[in-house]
Every structure is written in C-alpha cells, then in structure tokens.
C-alpha cells in the first residue's frame, strides 16, 4: 500500500523489466566498472523514477546508502530529510511482476558523495533512465508562486463571498424593515376597518336620510320646474299683450297723422 502523504513523482521511466529482484540491492549493492560513467550534473538536485509497466504495485527502495562498484556512495533523501521506506515485501512485488522505484515526494533528491552519478547496476542499454535536473531556486519560486497565486485566489474568493453575504444580509435587512412597515401599515388598516365597521350602523342611517332628502329634493325640484314653466308662460302672454297694446297705439297715431294731413290739403 501507498501511503497516505504520496505525492506522484515529476516523471516516470518505463522499462520492460528492473534489474533488482532480491534483497542484494539493499545492502551494499555494487555497481559494474565496465559500465561507462555519466559526466557530473551540473545541479545538485534530481529526481529518478523507474517504473514498470505490467506492475500496478510500487515499491521504493529503502536503503539510504548504495556502494558504487568503485567505491562511491549514492545516498537518497527524501524532502524532509528521512530515508524511503519499503512498502512490499523484501522490497519486491508479486511474483511475475517488475517492481518499480519511485520518489515519495515530488522534492526527493540524488545526493553521491563525490558529486559524480554512476550507471544503476545491472541496468540494460536499452532501458531508458531519465534524470530529471531540478534547480531547486526555480522550484522554490515557482511553488512561491503557485502558493501565492492561490493564497491571492483564496482571499478573492474569501472577499467576493464576504461581500455577497453582505449583500445578503444588507437584502434582508431592507426586505425585513419593509415587511415590518407594511405590517404596520396592515394593523393600522385594521383598526381603522374595524372602526368603521362599528359605526356603520350610524352611517346606514345617515345614508337612508340622505336618501329622502334627495327624493324630497327632486320632488321640489319638479315643482318648481312645473312652477317656472307657468311663469314663463304668463309672462309671454302679457309680453304679447304689451306689444299688441303698443302696435294699436302706433297705428292709431298713423291713422290720426294721415288725417291731418288731408285736412290741410
């Protein structure tokens, strides 16, 4: 099993079988001196992974020190400085199986004693061994970075919820006062409902004499309609009587100058 604070190395190499296969790898283990020698790293700091791909175990090679076959010494850490440590049995997966060599951590670290790397023993020409050359300044800023970026991401989204919960709260409290206003607006619509409901009686009352007042008006006003008509009336007749009065007054003087005036002829 895999613990729990495994994190997945940067890169994977993929042979089709590993060398070690018993427990010799784990103490002393020799490296061949006819196997040429690579030239030194020019960052202190690698990982190596080798994996094979017809294993789904992995395993990782506990020893902290491993002898070169000239006599050099290869010694792995892990981040915080401690050894790997075996998760299988003597270091080996099932049977029929390749293990498979693994960082624990993406910041494990290569260290030889004389600073100088040297073939794996047993390694096959053909299998591919990728050494992966860190710079660990580089890292670190990029982690920095990273870390920062997410810190920074972490307060905006802190911030952007504090402010729609203010929003919210802000919302609420509106629609709170509103809806206290309103029911104040509703009791005193009840009270006054409920004096008016009292008083109508009274105002039934009211209305029923107002009512016959409108019809004793209306009766009024009927007659005095009617009245009006016949004042009318008898002021045209004597209207008529005043012009006809006139106009036999007139013709009478008419009459009278006329026969004056034959007189005198």
Known sequence: QIPSNYSS???????????????????????PSHQPQNTPLPIPQQNITVAGHQSNNSYVIPPPNVTTANGQNVMIFNSNGQGAQNQGPQGQGPQGQNPMIQNTTSYNQLYYANGQPNTIQGHMPGQPIVFNNINENILYEQQKMISMELAIKRKKNTEAARRSRMRKMLRMENLEKYVKQLENDNNTLNTKIAILEESRPEWNEKENQLRDRI????????????????????????????????????EKKIKSEEEEVKKEE
């Open 9 to 31: 190395p940067n890169q994977y190499v993929s042979p089709s079988s590993y060398p070690y296969s018993n427990d010799s790898i784990y103490n002393n283990a020799t490296l």
């Open 215 to 250: 019809r004793e008006l209306e009766k009024e006003l009927e007659e005095c309609k009617n009245e009006c008509k016949i004042m009318k009336r008898k002021l045209e007749e004597e209207e008529e009587k005043k012009n006809e009065i006139k106009l036999e007054k007139v």
